[in-house]
């Protein structure tokens, strides 16, 4: 069963517009939530993370929100811009024995931002 | 300043050859995965090293994978004997393991395609 799911496949915004990429899990005792970024070709690049202490972080035109009680994350792309279209995965992990634990990935959705 | 390289970025072969992948980590870090992506189940680790000892390997999927990490700076993923429902793409990535705030930095990947 997954931990982490990322019910769209894909998701199309208009340039200068805001996209909002969702993820949900089913283990409450991840302790990090991150998002990464991968363009064809190439590995996923890490973006964002988010403490399971935290509802909100921000850096730049990148947010993630944190809803524990929904089991529920969201990234929002704020103003959208072409150059953002690329497969975006969610990652949870739980922080064990001081080490960095598995990242549990979800299937990704797909941004596209046209023009 | 070299990210981690994998090599070969693609590779063919026939079903029932022996398969190598490698994986040259970022230096000083010390923490190295293996991932696998394929449509079906999206990303997913298959073990990862700890100062180059075998940390968690129940992500890999049976005995014909094995991996080996005989110095901090060079992983294999060896695959023998190969069968088509192994093509994937490989990612090899690295850490510093005692904190997320230093994310997993992802290599390009080898496309691995079994005939």
């Known amino acids: 069963d997954q931990q982490v799911k990322q019910n769209s496949p894909s998701l199309s915004v208009q340039e200068g517009r805001i996209s909002i990429l969702n993820c949900d899990y089913t283990?409450?005792?991840?302790?990090?939530f991150l998002w990464y970024k991968k363009y064809p070709a190439e590995g996923p690049t890490f973006l964002i993370s988010?403490?399971?202490?935290?509802d909100k972080n921000e850096d730049g035109r990148f947010t993630v929100f944190l809803n524990k009680s929904a089991k529920h994350l969201s990234l929002h792309i704020v103003p959208s811009q072409p150059g953002d279209s690329a497969v975006y995965f969610c990652a949870a992990v739980r922080l064990y024995g001081g080490s960095q634990g598995n990242l549990i990935f979800g299937k990704g959705t797909k941004l596209s931002v046209k023009p | 300043d070299a990210g981690v390289i994998q090599s070969p970025r693609h590779e063919v072969t026939e079903m029932g050859q022996e398969v190598t992948l490698r994986c040259k980590p970022i230096?000083?870090?010390?923490?190295l995965f293996w991932y696998r992506q394929t449509m079906m189940r999206g990303l997913e680790l298959l073990i990862y090293f700890n100062n180059n000892v075998p940390i968690d390997d129940s992500g890999m999927p049976e005995d014909r994978f094995s991996a080996k990490m005989p110095n901090a700076s060079f992983s294999t993923l060896k695959i023998q004997p190969s069968e088509p429902r192994d093509s994937a793409v490989y990612f090899c990535a690295s850490s510093f393991w005692v904190s997320l705030n230093q994310p997993q930095h992802f290599g390009d990947g080898t496309r691995l395609s079994i005939l």
């Open positions: 988010i403490s399971s202490i935290k």
């Open positions: 283990n409450s005792m991840f302790d990090y």
């Open positions: 230096s000083g870090h010390n923490s």
